[in-house]
């Protein structure tokens, strides 16, 4: 059978690197990168580090706002799919490339699979709130990640083969967690002693976009007195600097570049605590098994909440610096499958 994988955002790379792996070893799959993101380390550097094979169309539509970019790649991906004519179409999580990819293939009436689908928020606010519900509701195959996401998917009647095949995040990490530690020279090079530093990211929407918010974000890193490494998402670097926002005053803070997956790997599995605001993150965190705080209201991965081995503190300076203080001692559960997604996807699509 004839698959295309539509992707363009970092978390994707990774999301699809183990499915692509299994698929190709049964079936056709064409890759299409929509371009959403472009920088070498928020693109190519995956693709280089985890085997993707090279996309055979790179659409290069870069960053804009929602509609124009959704509709940009809309146009693109529709093109692509009347000249390929696939049996599939293969999406991934929740982004604009997720939504586009989507829509473009159900309204030539290819079956969309959707992978990491029924994800809940409730905050119809965020723009990944709104992609996923989109793409669920118009994919054929939904594969879940937790029994969570199932609830979700069947709380909303949708109409689609629902199966709980595990997480694929959880396959990367198993699949390179050990290449990470022998590989990646990332503590080496940044100075940092295993176990003696926060590992920080930040990069939503929510967060960002609102000056309130990222500043109370920056004073609370200000009052941690560790270490702490932030590899600077783009977005969040943008942001910083057209509020006119001071990271000087941040005591022992190391600012880098967005880094690959192995160094990131190897950056969350030696952390002393990880704050993120990201989705992909906080599992990273569970599945490494550091106690991971993330500065949200809501968060689709409800499971890691248990036991404190994630804490949900929104955006107040307080709060924030209270959880990233707190002794936990966590235990961890097998919610996110046995690493084996991938194989379970194809296993079902063939
Ligand atoms: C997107 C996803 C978000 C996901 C995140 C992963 C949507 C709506 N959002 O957010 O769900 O968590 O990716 O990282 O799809 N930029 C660069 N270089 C790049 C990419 C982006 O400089 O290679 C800058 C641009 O200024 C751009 C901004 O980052 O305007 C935001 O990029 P965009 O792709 O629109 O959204 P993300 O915040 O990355
Ligand atoms: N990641 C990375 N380098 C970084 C920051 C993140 O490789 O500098 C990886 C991280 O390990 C995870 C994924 O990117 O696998 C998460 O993507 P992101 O936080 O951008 O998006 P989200 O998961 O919130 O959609």
């Known amino acids: 059978m004839k698959f295309i994988t539509i992707l363009g955002a970092r978390p994707q790379f990774i999301k699809a690197a183990p499915v692509s792996r299994e698929l190709r070893k049964r079936h056709t799959e064409l890759i299409v990168h929509t371009g959403q993101h472009y920088d070498k ?50 999406v991934y999580g929740d982004t604009n490339s997720t939504l586009a990819g989507a829509l473009a293939a159900c309204k030539l009436h290819i079956p969309v699979v959707h992978v990491e689908a029924g994800l809940r928020s409730f905050n119809k606010k965020m723009p990944e709130e709104i992609n996923r519900i989109m793409t669920d509701h118009v994919s054929e195959y939904l594969f879940c990640p937790t029994k969570t996401a199932v609830k979700n998917l069947e709380n909303e009647n949708v109409d689609a083969k629902i199966i709980n095949v595990g997480d694929v995040m959880y396959d990367a990490v198993e699949y390179n967690r050990q290449l990470a530690e022998t590989q990646s020279r990332i503590l080496e090079n940044q100075q940092i002693k295993p176990g003696s530093y926060h590992l920080i990211t930040v990069h939503r929407a929510e967060n960002t976009d609102d000056p309130i918010k990222l500043s109370n974000i920056l004073d609370a890193f200000a009052q941690i007195e560790e270490m702490k490494v932030w590899p600077l998402h783009p977005r969040t670097k943008n942001k910083i600097s057209e509020y006119g926002l001071d990271l000087s005053s941040i005591p022992n803070l190391k600012i880098i570049e967005p880094v690959g997956y192995l160094d990131m790997l190897k950056m969350e599995s030696n952390a002393k605590k990880i704050l993120t605001d990201s989705g992909g993150v906080q599992k990273e965190a569970y599945f490494v098994q550091v106690p991971c705080v993330t500065m ?46 991938a194989e379970k996807i194809v296993e079902q699509l063939t």
């Not at 090279?54 to 870069?62: A, F, H, M, R």
């Not at 209201?297 to 804490?311: F, G, M, P, S």
């Not at 919610?335 to 997604?341: E, R, V």
Request: hydrophobic share 35%; charged share 30%.
């Open 41 to 90: 380390n928020m693109s190519d550097i995956f693709f280089e580090e985890l085997n993707i094979p090279k996309p055979d169309y790179n659409l290069e539509i870069g960053s804009s706002s929602h509609g124009k970019q959704t509709g940009r790649m809309l146009e693109k991906v529709e093109d692509i799919l009347l000249t390929e004519t696939p049996d599939y179409v293969l």
């Open 296 to 341: 949200r209201e809501q968060t689709e991965w409800v499971e890691t909440l248990e036991d404190d081995a994630n804490i949900l503190v929104g955006t107040n300076t307080d709060e924030i610096v209270q959880a990233v203080i707190k002794e936990v001692e966590p235990s961890y559960k097998p919610y996110f499958g046995s690493a084996d997604a």
